[in-house]
């Protein structure tokens, strides 16, 4: 692959900073928003997404193990706070 050589004065090149910086942000906050990383409650699809599991597992987990859910009309949320608590809970130690 061939190297380019592009010239630019200091005033440009703070420019051209200014610019990456401000595409890498917003990819960034972009990337928070998709992976609700900024929101406290999830929707059920979300939250098993958030743990990598499926939905009929996720609720699973709420009917059979105690996860606890905010019901709300027809709808159902998952603060991430209960579901890390839940999580840390049922952790056991395994013997060699």
Known sequence: MANINVLLSEEQAEDFRKEIY?????SA???????????DF???FEAASYLGVS???LKDY?????????????RKFYSKTAIREFMLSK??????
Do not use: H, Y
């Open 22 to 26: 401000s595409l890498v942000l917003e």
């Open 29 to 39: 906050e972009k990337a928070r928003r998709d992976a609700s990383l900024d929101k």
């Open 42 to 44: 999830l929707n059920q």
């Open 55 to 57: 939905q009929n597992t």
């Open 62 to 74: 709420s009917n059979r193990f105690g996860l606890p859910v905010t019901v709300m009309g027809s």
């Open 91 to 96: 952790q056991k130690k395994i013997a060699n």
